[in-house]
């Protein structure tokens, strides 16, 4: 390289320099501030947020998109009914009409969106995430993308987040996350909590009540309860779930332990078929279920949880 070509490099280079300079830019110092700033979020306190109350929903068209929402959401059977397949509501898992911190708020979530599920191996839109909970936690059919049942529920939530920020952690989203339990958890001893705390509301044999033809505590397994792919299925979630919100109306008056257990009891019961069924047990535990906190595929009382049409033909209580 000649002497002259070398002195328009380093003119180039000064000049790139000096623009850069004047716009504000320069390359970052990735050597350093990649440690600070995990460290820094992860010492960031999760941001409190409440959500407008029902009198803020606008007028208008926008506003009805809205209360329609808000209605699928406390009445799926009246107002979704040709995609759900059980007795079930998004309330019944999202307590308050999805309002409820630390019962998977549907605020928190939203701002969540889009992102990455382990479930599917797919980085997920909103409205993905909703195909899902009729899918699997409503045992029915997922609504098309950019349907009006779809559009109803993201509006609704899109409202209930309005002001929240974005790129934060949440305080109450999704439901807590349990230490591990001192013993391991039991199905024997989740029995006994069961029928102590449980039972009154949700049935002996976890049918749950109906009055005037309207569910007022759902099912928790049997025919009318979420399938195996619901998110509920996972004893951990089921754990943090009745830990902070079961008994309804006396949050945390269950221990850790007896939550981990009544969540494996809960959870040891048969249910609807995990849609994504590859036509055998072992095969659909080892590609969907292979967790310790997941019960499909397991034997439970002589009773191998997870076959086909197993909630039809066995009901209730698994025998003991």
């Not at 000049?15 to 440690?35: C, E, F, Q």
């Not at 076959?307 to 009901?315: F, G, L, M, V």
Request: charged share 15%; with cysteine.
């Amino acid at each position: 390289m000649s002497k002259h070509m070398r002195a328009a490099v380093v003119i180039g280079v000064i000049g790139s320099a000096a623009i850069a300079a004047a716009i504000g830019w320069h390359k970052p110092d990735t050597s350093a501030a990649i440690p600070s700033a995990l460290a820094a979020d992860a010492s960031k306190k999760p941001v409190v947020f409440t959500p407008p109350p029902d009198s803020e929903i606008p007028k208008g068209k926008f506003g009805d998109m809205i209360k329609l929402g808000e209605n699928i959401f406390r009445h799926p059977d009246i107002y979704a009914k040709s995609y759900v397949g059980n007795h079930l509501r998004c309330s019944n898992c999202h307590l308050n009409a999805g309002r409820l911190a630390d019962s998977a708020p549907m605020w928190a979530a939203y701002v969540a969106y889009p992102a990455y599920r382990s479930k599917n191996g797919k980085v997920n839109s909103f409205e993905q995430r909703l195909q899902g909970c009729f899918r699997f936690s409503m045992n029915g059919t997922a609504p098309k993308l950019g349907s009006k049942t779809l559009i109803a529920l993201e509006s609704y939530s899109y409202f209930l987040a309005k002001g929240a920020p974005t790129g934060d952690k949440l305080a109450g989203r999704g439901y807590p996350k349990l230490p591990q339990p001192a013993l391991p958890f039991s199905y024997e001893r989740g029995a006994v909590v069961y029928a102590q705390h449980c039972a009154a509301c949700h049935g002996t044999n976890g049918e749950g009540q109906s009055s005037g033809g309207h569910v007022v505590f759902p099912a928790l397994w049997g025919p009318q309860s979420f399938n195996w792919g619901a998110g509920m299925g996972s004893i951990k979630n089921a754990a943090g779930f009745v830990y902070q919100n079961m008994p309804l109306g006396l949050p945390k008056s269950l221990t850790i332990q007896q939550s981990w257990d009544v969540a494996a009891y809960i959870d040891s019961q048969v249910r609807p078929e995990d849609p994504r069924y590859l036509g055998s047990v072992a095969a659909t535990r080892k590609k969907f279920h292979h967790t310790k906190f997941s019960m499909y595929g397991k034997t439970v009382n002589g009773v191998l949880l997870g076959q086909p049409d197993q909630a039809k033909s066995t009901p209730g209580v698994l025998p003991k």
